[in-house]
């Protein structure tokens, strides 16, 4: 069932309010690779990505 516009502008307001969005580019085939990795650690694509970044930004502080 689609959601009614009442629920789609709940949900906008709410991603407005709480999220950012980084849109990437990746080489053709890597989307794949990213996906099955995150699967494979039990997690979503997007929480894959955000502790990647986390561990990345962690690891450069200390240098």
Request: glycine share 4%.
């Amino acid at each position: 069932m689609a959601p009614t516009d009442a629920q789609r502008r709940a949900r906008d307001k709410w991603l407005a309010e709480k999220v950012d969005t980084i849109n990437i580019r990746v080489p053709k085939g890597k989307k794949t690779e990213i996906q099955a990795h995150a699967a494979q650690c039990g997690e979503s694509v997007n929480a894959f990505l955000i502790r990647a970044a986390d561990e990345a930004m962690e690891r450069d502080q200390q240098k």
